[in-house]
Each structure stands twice: as structure tokens, then as C-alpha cells.
T-cell receptor, first 114, second 111 residues
């Protein structure tokens, strides 16, 4: 089935450790996005990518990094510089011209930093 | 700062009541507008969208929204809610390839 796969679903890490969240899509979508969802804060944009080998910072990019080496993959690294990394992370993708902006979401990854 | 504002954080209604959830945005120029819904334990999914044309758009499950350009608003409505509409609702705006979400409105329908 076509869709977006995020892994792991749950992740626990110690403070000071970097962690990488995986996001893979087989929808052949051009654009991919990472959001962070916190209670009462809605979804806040971390990074997004419209095309392979290119990505832009969102509103809360500090302490995060991404890569887009393949169309179907957009991993997010939460670095030790991120001051409050415990959160629910959502990956999304969107198709190309004419349907842009209609996001398809993964199930999310819940990161807890101990 | 550019933003998307949802006026109500938590709404409680009885079944068959009418619903209106407010959404305002502060971007100028052309925008695309969306409402997404997150049912308990499920993915976020698209409820409806506005790109251009008729400012009154209809979505799934009897929802509709009206784009009022002069008011920078895109309010979500449903004439008669059901218990199954219990969910969190997010307004979103696309501008220059960025898709920005509001903080969400948690809707609780009493049976």
C-alpha cells in the first residue's frame, strides 16, 4: 500500500545524544515536511524539502538537521543542541504541481529524552 | 509575525448542535487554505481545502468552510455535529511552499 512510514514509533534517549527519525514515502511525492506536535502548540514546521538535495528551514529548525538524498526519504536528526527535544514528530509529503499543499501524514514518532 | 490563529482551543457541544470553528491568518497575497482533522488514535487527514474559485468549499463528512478574503478568515462549519466528530481540528495556510498550522481546536461532542 502507498503511504508514509515513520520509524521508530517510540524512542527513548538520554540527554546529549543525537537521534535520527526515519521517514520514507512510496507515493512518489516531490515535497516532504517535518513537524513537531506539542499539546496546545499545534504543528510547528521544522524543515521541508521540495526537491531532492534541497531543503529549507521551517519556523523551529534550531537543533535539528535533515537530508534529502533520495526522493522517497527525508530523515530528521534531533541533535543534542535541541533544548527541548521530547515531543511527537510528524512527517508528511505532498504531491507536485496542482495538488501542492495537500499533505499526507505518517503515524508519527514519539521521542522521549530522559 | 505571519501566523494562523484558531480562536477556540477546546469546544464542547451536544450532538445535533451546529458548529463553527474560527480560523484567521495574517499572510497577504495569494494563499491556499486547509482544514485537517485528527481523530483519536489516527493520522492527521485532510478535511477540505481552498485553492481558488468558489469561496464556500465542501469537505468530507458534511463539513464546509468559507473563505472571506477581506477578513483573512477560513471558518469551518457543520450544521449538525455527531459524536463521531470528536477530534482535534487544525487550520493550515500554504504560502511560498511553507504550510503553517494553527494551534488546533479540540472538539468534544457529548452523546
Amino acid at each position: 500500500d502507498g503511504g508514509i512510514t515513520q520509524s521508530p514509533k517510540y524512542l527513548f534517549r538520554k540527554e546529549g545524544q543525537n537521534v535520527t527519525l526515519s521517514c520514507e514515502q512510496n507515493l512518489n511525492h516531490d515535497a516532504m515536511y517535518w513537524y513537531r506536535q506539542d499539546p496546545g502548540q499545534g504543528l510547528r514546521l521544522i524543515y521541508y524539502s521540495q526537491i531532492v538535495n534541497d531543503f529549507q528551514k521551517g519556523d523551529i529548525a534550531e537543533g535539528y538537521s535533515v537530508s534529502r538524498e533520495k526522493k522517497e526519504s527525508f530523515p530528521l536528526t534531533v541533535t543534542s543542541a535541541q533544548k527541548n527535544p521530547t515531543a511527537f514528530y510528524l512527517c508528511a509529503s505532498a504531491p507536485g504541481q496542482g495538488l501542492r499543499g495537500e499533505l499526507f501524514f505518517g503515524e508519527g514518532s514519539r521521542l522521549t529524552v530522559l | 509575525a505571519q501566523s494562523v490563529s484558531q480562536h477556540n482551543h477546546h469546544v464542547i457541544l451536544s450532538e445535533a448542535a451546529s458548529l463553527e470553528l474560527g480560523c484567521n491568518y495574517s499572510y497577504g497575497g495569494t494563499v491556499n487554505l486547509f482544514w485537517y482533522v485528527q481523530y483519536p488514535g489516527q493520522h492527521l487527514q485532510l478535511l477540505l481545502k481552498y485553492f481558488s474559485g468558489d469561496p464556500l468549499v465542501k469537505g468530507i463528512k458534511g463539513f464546509e468552510a468559507e473563505f472571506i478574503k477581506s477578513k483573512f478568515s477560513f471558518n469551518l462549519r457543520k450544521p449538525s455535529v455527531q459524536w463521531s466528530d470528536t477530534a482535534e481540528y487544525f487550520c493550515a495556510v500554504m504560502r511560498d511552499d511553507k504550510i503553517i498550522f494553527g494551534k488546533g481546536t479540540r472538539l468534544h461532542i457529548l452523546p
